[in-house]
């Protein structure tokens, strides 16, 4: 038996410094300028202490509305994309006719880029020429028409059900992997001992994919607070700031040239992941046991 080649500690010095240099620097320095009045209107670079971020928590401005979109859009957005994930994983692990090819079209949405996802979405949900309210009109259903990404009371549902379209095949692939890899035994011993289909999910096959489903709501929930793109090319933030998340307000501060405001909710964004991270991966691996 071949003896696995263990590598001196500094072969990883490279990647550390590169990691450290592209990553780690900038935000630190983020951090740091979140501190200060950093403008493109000046040439000088006063420290003003919290100042930045008692004006994000204040609620003078519109922060707190970006702050509440991106938590509430991480959280609906994870719970349905993790749901309809294992609901379809589940259904295509069987031997069913045609599971590859249902498996291929599920995923399918996933591989194309998101402005491009969000650009055919803004045309099939114009409220005009939109494929849609078209279709809706044409089979007698005009009462369920509407201005899906003008109208402020639906126009952030909208965007968050256009993501839950493109990320659920994704998640879908990932829990496959992890159901794929529960070996046949234990489903033929439960089996045999007389146990239906919901015991065998409940009791075999949730258990098993703790540690995958961690994964994939913990980078569900980092993708849910950084989103940008997909907010970017359906609404831009609109109507009225109704859709504005975290990003694309430093997005449109930064190009306002009020860096130290953009840096503070990157800062605060930041915090937050770490935060939320922590804590949902004790939660989902505190009955993990350690060998």
């Not at 592209?22 to 979140?34: A, H, K, M, Q, R």
């Not at 919901?198 to 849910?224: D, S």
């Amino acid at each position: 038996m071949q003896k696995k080649k263990v590598y001196p500690w500094y072969f990883a010095l490279v990647s550390v410094f590169i990691y450290t240099l592209l990553s780690v620097i900038p935000g630190i320095l983020g951090i740091c300028y979140s501190f200060t009045d950093w403008s493109a209107y000046s040439q000088y670079i006063h420290f003003v202490g919290f100042k930045n971020f008692i004006s994000v928590f204040s609620g003078e401005n519109d922060y707190l509305r970006y702050i509440s979109n991106t938590l509430l859009f991480t959280f609906v957005t994870v719970i349905a994309k993790t749901g309809l994930g294992l609901l379809f994983a589940v259904a295509l692990s069987r031997n069913i006719k045609w599971k590859n090819f249902h498996r291929g079209i599920l995923y399918l949405p996933s591989v194309l880029p998101i402005l491009v996802t969000g650009l055919v979405f803004t045309s099939i949900l114009n409220p005009k020429t939109g494929f849609l309210n078209n279709f809706l009109s044409a089979v007698g259903l005009d009462f369920l028409t509407n201005k899906w990404l003008v109208d402020p009371k639906i126009a952030f549902g909208s965007v968050m059900a256009v993501d839950i379209w493109r990320g659920t095949g994704y998640i879908m692939t990932l829990l496959i992997a992890g159901i794929l890899a529960i070996p046949d035994i234990y489903f033929e011993a439960a089996a045999i001992d007389g146990a239906n289909a919901w015991q065998r999910f409940k009791y075999i096959t949730l258990p098993m994919l703790r540690q995958t489903l961690a994964v994939t709501i913990v980078l569900n929930v980092i993708y849910g607070l950084k989103v940008f793109d997909m907010v970017y090319a359906l609404t831009n933030g609109g109507p009225g700031h109704r859709t504005e998340v975290l990003y694309t307000a430093v997005y449109k501060m930064m190009s306002k040239g009020l860096y130290a405001e953009g840096t503070t909710i990157s800062s605060v964004l930041f915090i937050f992941m770490v935060i939320i991270g922590y804590f949902m991966v004790k939660i989902l691996t505190k009955d993990e046991v350690v060998e």
